[in-house]
């Protein structure tokens, strides 16, 4: 009786150690998230004004990694509603950190007709760093080096904002 004891303990040993292993992954994430994010009080280096970015996001997640949905922007009290367009991407490492590619498809003009959201924002790409929290219901993320890459930005086709963009996205269950 002793023996089996120790061979089931230990069995039940390696089950468990291999399934700690396998760590979080894409599926860690599937579902839809409402996401806030922002970047405030920075000073812009090319214009000298003091420039803040805020995003809510509206985010579905799917075990192949891709991602739809959409973003509102506020920028310098301009809003506009973006969709995030075909090629989102998001990757999810054993550790539970990970990267996150929102390129964005707008057109037209903002809420109040003073801003051209499909000439500022429409090819523009946004990447993320993320970070899974528990046990994927929620994730932090935060802007990566050259968080906006388009063509339509200067020089490298890069561009940084003057304070780190950082968020948090949760998962929503309807009620």
Same mark, same amino acid.
């Given at each position: 009786?002793?023996?089996?004891? $120790? %061979?089931?303990?230990? #069995?039940?040993?390696? !089950?468990? *150690?291999?399934? @700690?292993?396998?760590? &979080?992954?894409?599926?860690?994430?599937?579902?839809?998230?409402?996401?806030?994010?922002?970047?405030?009080?920075?000073?812009?280096?090319?214009?000298?004004?003091?420039?803040?970015?805020?995003?809510?996001?509206?985010?579905?997640?799917?075990?192949?990694?891709?991602?739809?949905?959409?973003? $509102? %922007?506020?920028?310098? #009290?301009?809003?506009? !509603?973006? *969709?995030?367009? @075909?090629?989102?991407? &998001?990757?999810?490492?054993?550790?539970?950190?990970?990267?996150?590619?929102?390129?964005?498809?707008?057109?037209?003009?903002?809420?109040?007709?003073?801003?051209?959201?499909?000439?500022?924002?429409?090819?523009?790409?946004?990447?993320?760093?993320?970070?899974?929290?528990?046990?994927?219901?929620?994730?932090?993320?935060?802007?990566?080096?050259?968080?906006?890459?388009?063509?339509?930005?200067?020089?490298?086709?890069?561009?940084?904002?003057?304070?780190?963009?950082?968020?948090?996205?949760?998962?929503?269950?309807?009620?």
């Amino acid at each position: 009786m002793r023996i089996s004891v $120790t %061979v089931l303990f230990s #069995g039940l040993s390696l !089950i468990l *150690a291999g399934a @700690a292993e396998a760590g &979080f992954g894409r599926t860690s994430l599937v579902g839809s998230y409402g996401c806030l994010g922002n970047s405030l009080g920075g000073v812009d280096a090319v214009s000298n004004q003091i420039v803040g970015l805020s995003e809510l996001m509206q985010l579905n997640l799917t075990a192949t990694g891709s991602i739809t949905g959409t973003i $509102t %922007v506020n920028s310098v #009290g301009e809003r506009c !509603i973006v *969709a995030v367009s @075909a090629g989102s991407v &998001f990757s999810v490492n054993p550790n539970g950190t990970g990267t996150m590619l929102l390129p964005l498809a707008a057109s037209g003009m903002d809420l109040d007709s003073d801003q051209d959201c499909g000439g500022l924002l429409n090819g523009v790409a946004e990447h993320f760093d993320i970070l899974i929290l528990g046990s994927g219901g929620k994730f932090d993320l935060q802007s990566a080096d050259d968080m906006f890459t388009s063509p339509k930005l200067t020089a490298d086709n890069k561009r940084d904002i003057p304070n780190p963009f950082t968020g948090t996205c949760e998962k929503q269950t309807p009620p």
